[in-house]
């Protein structure tokens, strides 16, 4: 009989590329090289280094200095010959297709930057026609401008038989450089295509809206990986695909909810993340009409997350950008069940950080402010998930009213 053996798929491994500069100091590098680990290892991948440079800026040549280049070369050289293999090297920033073709010219591997490495992501998560279209927009997108970088072995070849480049030569130019503008001519086809397909998608979604009856519609938004999916099972007693990775939800998915006798219509969307590209923004807005067409926000916060104050910022940045910063917004701070605080010693006297502020503290800090828009909650543990019924159902009970004044004997307000 015969046996069939089947081998284990190696993962790739990756090097991660980051730089530390006056706008942004060591710890947040840090953070940032954190966070593109776990972008990483979102789409299989297996960091094995990281590297830092502390500069004044990007160089436009190769992003590190020459130095650090050249140290990062010896490296892969060095794993090669012990036999780990460096399968790619990720930076931390977009990379210009300049950029691009020296660091691949000086490496010899596949590079990465975080753009593509997120547009990888939503190519692997994109279920819908609709989430497959957009994804392949901002894919062309981003090709379009580093597209001179495929061609580079033909530019050799370039030229013709005339140097002059007057107006006689226009029949005379190389190979590279046509096959470069037929791809720039079917890229550009293509994305007029993917453009008109966009709006007739919009359009029946935009048709799928109205058709939702007289309900108020509540949309969950936040930073990748806060626990949106897991908030939506909860309410919605559904099966929302949730995972401990970024991006595990890109598609929208809406559910009715009922809370006691009021009906709401909820809406999961997409993680934002920092440094996520204007053309992906761009691309998923039909995506996000969800958001735009909310009566009310809830802005979910990972309460665990160490910087989680900058991804309310992201997050706000994000719906301003959507025309979306004026809604009415619940926050809702969740996985209240990982928070960690680090007691001080008596005889420490160094500066209080946010690593040293308790929970409780820390909701008498400018949350406290917000008062009811302003929830604690664990999803995962279901803790204080009663009070968070209760008062989304206060919310959603007072805009129902406003809205559909003629039906508020079903919901009557408390004096």
Request: charged share 30%.
């Amino acid at each position: 009989m015969k046996e069939f053996v089947i081998s284990e798929v190696k993962a790739e491994t990756a090097v991660l590329v980051g730089l530390i500069t006056p706008g942004q100091d060591e710890a947040k590098t840090k953070e940032y090289l954190d966070e593109l680990e776990f972008l990483a290892d979102t789409a299989g991948a297996v960091t094995v280094r990281r590297f830092t440079q502390r500069v004044g800026g990007p160089s436009a040549v190769t992003y590190v200095g020459k130095g650090k280049l050249e140290e990062i070369r010896q490296y892969i050289k060095d794993e090669e010959e012990n036999e780990r293999e460096v399968g790619m090297v990720i930076f931390d920033d977009e990379l210009s297709a300049k950029q691009m073709r020296n660091i691949e010219n000086a490496l010899q591997v596949k590079i990465l930057d975080r753009t593509s490495l997120i547009l990888d992501i939503f190519a692997m998560r994109a279920q819908t026609a609709n989430a497959k279209t957009q994804v392949e927009l901002a894919q062309y997108r981003y090709m379009l401008p580093r597209l001179q970088r495929l061609w580079t072995h033909l530019e050799r070849q370039g030229g013709g038989s005339g140097s002059g480049g007057g107006k006689g030569s226009v029949g005379l130019r190389g190979p590279g450089e046509t096959q470069l503008e037929m791809d720039r001519r079917i890229i550009l086809q293509r994305i007029t295509l993917l453009k008109q397909r966009l709006v007739e998608i919009d359009r029946q979604k935009t048709t799928q809206r109205k058709n939702r009856g007289r309900l108020i519609r509540v949309a969950l938004v936040g930073y990748t990986n806060v626990g949106k999916s897991t908030i939506m099972n909860l309410m919605a007693k559904s099966e929302v695909f949730a995972e401990d990775k970024l991006f595990a939800t890109l598609d929208t998915t809406v559910r009715k909810v009922v809370v006691e006798n009021l009906p709401f219509l909820l809406a999961d969307t997409v993680g934002f993340i920092r440094k996520l590209p204007t053309d992906l923004v761009d691309s998923f807005k039909s995506t996000l009409d969800e958001v735009r067409e909310a009566d009310l926000l809830l802005h979910v916060v990972d309460i665990s997350h160490p910087d989680f104050e900058e991804q309310i910022e992201v997050v706000n940045q994000t719906l301003k950008e959507l025309d979306c910063a004026e809604k009415p917004t619940m926050m809702v701070f969740n996985k209240t069940d990982k928070y960690r605080w680090v007691d001080k010693e008596p005889d420490d006297l160094t500066p209080e950080t946010r690593e040293n502020v308790t929970l409780d503290e820390l909701r008498r800090t400018w949350m406290a402010r917000l008062e009811d828009n302003c929830l604690f909650i664990s999803a995962k543990q279901k803790d204080n998930v009663d009070e968070f019924r209760n008062t989304l159902y206060r919310r959603v009970r007072e805009l129902h009213v406003q809205k559909y004044p003629y039906n508020d004997f079903l919901y009557p307000v408390e004096d």
